[in-house]
């Protein structure tokens, strides 16, 4: 689906004006949408504006590195929005020129929705032009950022609380898929803070520098973020790091009751093996009380034996 948005010089709003009619005289800046195009329409990045070959190829192979590239008549950007529900990545790509913006994407895109019916919403135009939507657009796919970022540290705060008394197994395998989850948004949220730190360099934007206070406060929202993913990761990683310990300190305690158990029974273990051996004369064998009498020694040595390590604190 192609879409447009027309502003004229008499600070009138038009919407789907055929693209041919969008150089006509008296249009001050324009925005067209390339939403879930079909390969029909994409040609159409090639046979109506012209734009560079390498852009073009960029725009029809999914997720590039998001990236800033200068041409002889437009800039081009590659950014990445997140998918709230799978935080898959999904590529937003934008040719910047001289009195318009052309946005190319093949998922729909929340973010860039929300400028779109912003902009028709407006009554006044004056504030608004093809940097002033490239920042908006920005600016939203970031913002978006934080509740994502938000939802994972209170499903850490849940692991480490486990108010729900889950297994130690379930709540490591949680724990794994959380710190893959933050490891794909650091993927994602790292290349785009390089991405606006060149923009923000650049000395060929000049819509940028006018509005260099807002893009600047844009940065430091992926600052942010990005020191956020950081202190979760570390949080995961302290966290697993106790469950091993707790694991480990459980096997060492159950390991030292079963040394406790079989250290006991050592003794009692040789004397019956003792007079379980099969000679034809053993003198203990004919006396009355006999088996009374091993059966106490042998007591005495495991109430004894017990006490003993108690008393070393193996029990505490």
């Known amino acids: 689906m192609i879409r447009t948005i027309a502003i004229t010089e008499d600070q009138q709003l038009h919407t789907d004006l055929p693209l041919e009619n969008l150089s006509e005289e008296g249009i001050m800046w324009y925005w067209v949408d390339f939403s879930?195009?079909?390969?029909?329409?994409?040609?159409?990045?090639?046979?109506?504006?012209?734009?560079?070959?390498?852009?073009?190829?960029?725009?029809?192979?999914?997720?590039?590195?998001?990236?800033?590239?200068?041409?002889?008549e437009h800039t081009f950007f590659v950014m990445h929005a997140l998918n709230a529900k799978t935080l898959e990545k999904e590529e937003v790509d934008?040719?910047?020129?001289?009195?318009?913006?052309?946005?190319?994407?093949?998922?729909?895109?929340?973010?860039?929705?929300?400028?779109?019916?912003?902009?028709?919403?407006?009554?006044?135009?004056?504030?608004?032009?093809?940097?002033h939507v490239l920042h908006q657009i920005f600016?939203?796919?970031?913002?978006?950022?934080?509740?994502?970022?938000y939802a994972i540290e209170d499903h850490i705060n849940d692991i480490e609380d486990n108010t729900?008394?889950?297994?130690?197994?379930?709540?490591?395998?949680?724990?794994?898929?959380t710190r893959a989850d933050l490891l794909s948004m650091r993927q994602t949220v790292h290349p785009m803070r390089d991405l606006m730190y060149r923009i923000l360099s650049s000395h060929r934007l000049d819509g940028v520098r006018e509005r260099k206070e807002y893009f600047s406060d844009i940065y430091d929202h992926l600052l942010k973020v990005s020191e956020l993913i950081e202190s979760n990761r570390e949080m995961t990683q302290d966290i697993r790091d106790s469950y091993?310990?707790?694991?480990?300190?459980?096997?060492?305690?159950?390991?030292?009751?079963?040394?406790?158990?079989?250290?006991?029974?050592?003794?009692?273990?040789?004397?019956?093996?003792?007079?379980?051996?099969?000679?034809a004369y053993m003198p203990e064998l004919d006396e009355k009380y006999a088996y009374f009498v091993v059966l106490a020694i042998m007591f005495v040595i495991a109430i004894i034996m017990f006490l003993w390590f108690k008393r070393k604190g193996w029990f505490d």
């Open 36 to 72: 879930e195009p079909t390969p029909s329409e994409t040609q159409k990045l090639d046979t109506v504006f012209q734009f560079h070959p390498l852009a073009i190829e960029d725009c029809i192979h999914n997720l590039q590195r998001p990236k800033l590239d200068y041409y002889d």
């Open 94 to 131: 934008l040719f910047n020129g001289d009195g318009y913006i052309v946005t190319y994407h093949k998922h729909v895109c929340p973010e860039l929705e929300q400028v779109w019916n912003r902009l028709l919403r407006e009554r006044s135009f004056k504030s608004w032009d093809e940097f």
């Open 139 to 149: 600016d939203k796919v970031v913002d978006n950022y934080f509740p994502i970022v």
């Open 164 to 177: 729900k008394e889950l297994s130690m197994e379930t709540l490591l395998e949680q724990l794994f898929d």
């Open 244 to 279: 091993m310990s707790l694991n480990s300190h459980e096997t060492n305690r159950t390991m030292q009751i079963l040394t406790v158990i079989s250290t006991i029974f050592m003794p009692l273990t040789f004397i019956v093996g003792v007079y379980g051996m099969n000679f």
